[in-house]
């Protein structure tokens, strides 16, 4: 099994969704439905071969994941894309996709 695309999403229809989405295309997927759930899901021996990161959620929002993700050694070389209804949030230096996502976009994204 390869490393999972790890989806930070609180939004459950829209995490549904991208997960299925994913999978059908050949992906293995974890999800979390916020930064915290994504933070317990990290394992440094194993990072994930991408995360996709909502900015708005409850509890520990996109950009502190950013961060958390950015300063952890084990971490910084995994490519992160912004998934956001407020693209404008984003800060500098991500891919963002705004919502709703356009699906060739994000597979060119992960597959690249």
Partial sequence: MSNPILIVEDDE????????????????????H??????????????????????????IVGHELLEFLRSEPAYA???VAIISGSPQLAPAGYRVFAKPLQPAALLAFLRA
């Fill in 13 to 32: 229809d829209v995490r549904a969704t991208l997960h299925s989405f994913l999978e059908r295309a050949g992906f293995d997927v974890a999800v979390a």
């Fill in 77 to 79: 070389d995994v490519p």
């Fill in 34 to 59: 916020d930064g915290a759930e994504a933070i317990e899901l990290l394992r440094p021996d194993e990072p994930p071969r991408a995360v996709l990161v909502d900015l708005l959620m409850p509890g």
